[in-house]
């Protein structure tokens, strides 16, 4: 059963900075891309940064030159880096992991931005 657990939410003040960690575990299967979403209350879950496997990011036009992905292929794991942290960037941060086999979410975190 592949589980992804992720840690590192809390509270910061505005143009505070966080870090994320979800550490995937429960499958031998190789991990293609991994990614970090985030979702507010009534709106849908969006797509902030992306990871291939061999290293290639994305990121969403509201993140980028202050959020960074990465990740480290040997623990199964990847991170999400947030600087600069604004009060429109809290919300609950999903980990995802595409294996060959299937597509799977972690648990969710809190990231709260106070103004």
């Known amino acids: 059963q592949v589980r992804l657990a992720e840690s590192g939410g809390g509270l910061v003040q505005a143009g505070g900075s966080l870090r994320l960690s979800c550490a995937a575990s429960?499958?031998?299967?190789?991990?293609?891309?991994m990614a970090w979403y985030r979702q507010t209350p009534g709106k849908q879950r969006d797509l902030i940064a992306i990871i291939s496997s061999s290293g290639t990011t994305n990121y969403a036009d509201s993140v980028r030159g202050r959020f960074t992905i990465s990740r480290n292929n040997a623990k199964n794991t990847v991170y999400l880096q947030m600087n600069s942290l604004k009060p429109e960037d809290t919300a609950v941060y999903y980990c995802?992991?595409?294996?060959?086999?299937?597509?799977?979410w972690g648990q969710g975190t809190q990231v709260t931005v106070s103004s």
């Open positions: 995802n992991a595409l294996y060959d086999l299937g597509n799977y």
């Open positions: 429960g499958s031998s299967f190789r991990i293609n891309a």
